[in-house]
């Protein structure tokens, strides 16, 4: 009977890994498909054509969104690991109703919708300057996860690590900020890897906040800059698909570097709450 249960869920998660896989195909088939070819998306060409990818780089200066994009999500995802693993750390060891109620409050942040404060935000923001600003984006993409990546921590934390090392660690003299950064963070590393591939794909592809607090083409990320660019090429799903794929490919090459801490920081999260 288990044997039978588990080749029915392998079958069913190749099925579902197939349904996934095959809107990306079609767009390598695309990408790499001159625009005269008017042959089946389905079937891969027998040559590859980089044209499109040179043509759609230049054509959406896509050099300048790429950098954008890059320093918006390399620094909010620099502040959540370093500013998430301190706040989530004597949430999880000092028991208090303080504390309870703090994390309590965090939990409860994540349920709000984060356009419910668009428009406060946006006043905010235009009365402090920092409308068009790299640091706007990185400190909304931070306070946004900031509540997620705490709670991650905080249960990693009470699951995996034991309160042994750190009563070992007290005991030779180590302080709390030494004790946490030479003891505790190295052993984060698996929901370290987690945090990082959630926050950072989500905060790539943002587009419902970029487009509000982002709107000088200088600034422009890569999903305002693909939004305007797919729309002055419809009839070009060459270029287009051209386009999307380069752009996917930080987050793909991200993923498969850390997929196995990924893995291994879920499955360690969930054991305890």
């Given amino acids: 009977m288990k044997t039978t249960t588990k080749w029915v869920l392998s079958i069913l998660a190749l099925i579902i890994s197939l349904i996934h896989f095959v809107p990306f195909y079609i767009l390598m088939t695309t990408a790499f498909k001159d625009r005269t070819d008017f042959s089946s998306r389905w ?37 959540l690991i370093f500013f998430g693993s301190m706040a989530a750390y004597p949430l999880a060891r000092v028991k208090s109703k303080v504390n309870q109620f703090i994390f309590g409050l965090f939990v409860a942040i994540m349920v709000i919708p984060p356009l419910a404060a668009l ?8 009365q402090m300057g920092l409308i068009n600003t790299h640091a706007i984006a990185i400190l909304n993409n931070f306070a946004s996860f900031l509540p997620l990546t705490i709670f991650l921590y905080a249960g990693f934390i009470k699951s995996t690590i034991p309160k042994e090392l750190e009563e070992a660690a007290r005991i030779d003299g180590a302080g709390t900020i030494t004790l946490f950064f030479r003891i505790v963070f190295p052993l984060l590393k698996p929901i370290t890897a987690t945090i990082l591939i959630i926050s950072s794909v989500y905060i790539w592809n943002d587009y419902q906040f970029a487009i509000f607090f982002l ?8 999903t305002v800059t693909l939004s305007n660019f797919f729309g002055e090429n419809q009839n070009n799903l060459n270029l287009v698909a051209a386009a999307a794929l380069m752009a996917s490919l930080p987050m793909i090459i991200v993923f498969l570097f850390l997929q196995k801490h990924f893995v291994s920081g879920l499955s360690s999260g969930a054991v305890k709450g």
């Fill in 43 to 79: 079937l891969f060409p027998d040559y590859l054509s980089f044209a499109n990818f040179f043509d759609a780089w230049e054509r959406a200066n896509l050099t300048n969104a790429f950098l954008n994009s890059m320093i918006i999500t390399v620094g909010a995802a620099l502040l």
């Fill in 119 to 126: 428009v406060p935000l946006y006043n905010l923001v235009v």
């Fill in 215 to 222: 709107q000088d083409s200088s600034v422009h990320t890569l």
